[in-house]
């Protein structure tokens, strides 16, 4: 728009008015075109995959409110649009942006300086079940590349570190080649899906999850409109096998349930549906009372991810999660509205509808075990806080091919299964596991100590957890005899990826001021009896700002106060944590000797 000369005399005032103002309105006009893959023409309606997500943004931008930055850099350019610049920054050993750091993370890497100067890359493996030759193969791709080793995390899948920025493209380019993936495991995207690590296998599951967790990885992968969400979430299934998968901790949680007959719904084997996990913040998944047909799974996740891209905040990232929406409406505003994008009403069941589900076995992630194939054995090995070299990647992927199935099987407990090792192989799967410096027995605290990267390797971390959780478990062992299952689980930051809250003894770090100074060193706060699936509750505070030097003799102290004062051998620490408050555990704690 072009001010013409008017025939009216104007102050110079007046004409400034009138330059601005139609300034102001091409301004205007323009600005309403924006949207990234949806520019165009003003007031165009956004299409293709980003629409739903752009026009959350719109309606966000409407109410009057700012995006948070994560939400502009996506409309600025989709992630999955700017490989090439990828490409480009590794050529050039260039580090990213924030925009960029943030945008990568779409394909798996996350650059976690300034604690380190290079890459985190996170894999994508359904079920957490992969191939001998893929896992070899990845120790072969990843030792000339980045750190000669890989950890295995708390959603039963593998991240590698020390990834030179020069190395990234091949290293992510290097695990499709071996049939895996890292597309998506970050950012605001649905994370690995999680499983029974025993599916297929286990004796007393009522469901093999690996078809249900492989179609809705697929499902993920194929579909560009489930990116770009208003922050991470999480899917986990549960065949009620052994070896606890903790899908109540996610945001979308399937239970395999057995409806019994007599209650208008047909018998059988379902999915129970809980929604709304996220431990960090205090939750777990709430049950909805709705049954699902394994079958319609992944159209139950798709409906729910839309309702969340629709509705979540793009504000603020501390609420941006599955949980603030249905806090904001109510469960069951939320479900009607995901009945809305299902086309049918859900189907819901009394709680005396359902027979009561298997027990989990606390110990199954480690040692032997026997299949539900007859002479057929998986075996659980314990790997050091999830950490495993290349050459005993190699080890493990050559004992699964010569002596078991050929499949590794992580767990959300950061170790490994070998499984499909018959009875007169175990001897010797035994004997070559411990050959390459690992064991398939270790003791109670060790088996169940659980830390995230923390401060040496996450640029959100207060402290080192690893180096504290080695230091509790050599601290501990030859200090307090504890013969019954025990988890203590560190965290490094409120993120809780080593969900603290749910353990029996969890820490999440904190930096703890030194005197009248300004200096910080590690610490932790301390928290007992937590519990998941049956006994799912929140952990209580027993102890503040305890620095991480003296984190082993707190620990040590809860324990012998549990021995002292127990009602019985057979009563766990999670029953005597939950008949104390917080105040009377301190006080036992405080009370017992330090060896």
């Not at 070299?389 to 078991?404: P, W």
């Amino acid at each position: 728009m072009k001010l013409e000369t008017l025939s009216v005399d104007f102050t110079d005032e007046q004409k400034r008015y009138l330059e601005g103002f139609t300034t102001g309105l091409q301004i205007s006009r323009v600005g309403r075109g924006l949207g990234g893959a949806a520019a165009g023409k003003a007031n165009a309606e956004p299409i293709g995959p980003e629409a739903s997500h752009i026009k959350a943004q719109d309606r966000t931008l409407a109410a009057g409110k700012k995006l948070v930055d994560q939400e502009k850099w996506k409309r600025e350019q989709h992630p999955f649009d700017a490989y090439p610049r990828l490409k480009e920054q590794a050529l050039a050993d260039e580090r990213p942006s924030p925009a960029d750091n943030f945008r990568w993370r779409y394909y798996g890497l996350f650059y976690v300086g300034p604690t380190q100067d290079s890459y985190m890359s996170r894999l994508r493996i359904p079920n957490g079940i992969m191939k001998h030759w893929q896992f070899s193969g990845l120790a072969d791709l990843i030792e000339p590349l980045c750190g000669p080793f890989s950890n295995v995390t708390t959603r039963a899948n593998l991240q590698v570190r020390e990834i030179p920025p020069k190395h990234a493209v091949m290293l992510i380019e290097g695990i499709q080649d071996l049939g895996l993936c890292s597309r998506g495991s970050g950012a605001d995207n649905i994370r690995n899906v999680t499983g029974t690590p025993t599916a297929g296998i286990d004796p007393q599951e009522l469901l093999d999850t690996r078809k249900y967790a492989r179609e809705w990885h697929y499902h993920i992968l194929n579909d560009r409109s489930l990116t770009g969400l208003p922050r991470k979430f999480n899917v986990a299934f549960d065949g009620a096998g052994k070896i606890a998968v903790l899908e109540d901790t996610n945001d979308i949680a399937f239970a395999a349930v057995e409806v019994k007959e007599g209650f208008d719904v047909e018998p059988g084997v379902w999915f129970k549906l809980g929604i709304g996990g996220i431990t960090g913040h205090k939750d777990f998944a709430t049950d909805t009372g709705i049954v699902v047909k394994p079958a319609d799974a992944t159209k139950v996740s798709d409906a729910i991810v839309r309702v969340f891209i629709d509705l979540g905040d793009r504000t603020n990232r501390l609420k941006a999660r599955l949980k603030y929406v249905i806090d904001g409406m109510g469960m069951e505003k939320f479900l009607d509205l995901v009945e809305q994008k299902l086309g049918h009403a859900f189907t819901r069941v009394p709680p005396e509808a359902l027979a009561p589900r298997p027990a989990f076995d606390r110990t199954a992630h480690v040692g032997v075990h026997r299949q539900k194939q007859d002479g057929l054995n998986w075996i659980g090995v314990a790997l050091p806080l999830g950490k495993v070299t290349c050459d005993q990647m190699r080890g493990l992927a050559k004992i699964a091919q010569d002596l078991g199935d050929g499949d590794i099987r992580l767990t959300v407990w950061q170790n490994l299964l070998i499984s499909g090792v018959a009875d007169d192989k175990v001897a010797l799967a035994t004997a070559a596991i411990e050959a390459i410096g690992l064991a398939i027995k270790t003791s109670e605290i060790r088996a169940g100590l659980i830390a995230c990267t923390g401060r040496a390797g996450c640029k959100f971390g207060n402290a080192d957890t690893k180096r504290t959780a080695a230091g509790i478990a050599d601290w501990c062992d030859p200090r307090v005899p504890v013969e019954t299952p025990i988890n203590i689980h560190l965290t490094g930051c409120h993120h809780s990826c080593a969900q603290h809250y749910i353990s029996d003894i969890g820490m999440v770090g904190a930096r703890i001021a030194v005197g009248d100074t300004d200096d910080t060193v590690d610490g932790f706060h301390i928290f007992t009896g937590g519990g998941f699936g049956p006994q799912a509750e929140m952990g209580q505070e027993v102890f503040h700002d305890v620095t991480a030097e003296d984190a082993p003799v707190h620990v040590e102290r809860l324990l012998k106060a549990y021995i002292s004062h127990r009602t019985s051998p057979d009563e766990t620490f999670l029953t005597f944590a939950r008949r104390h408050d917080g105040e009377t555990l301190r006080k036992l704690a405080d009370a017992e000797a330090s060896s």
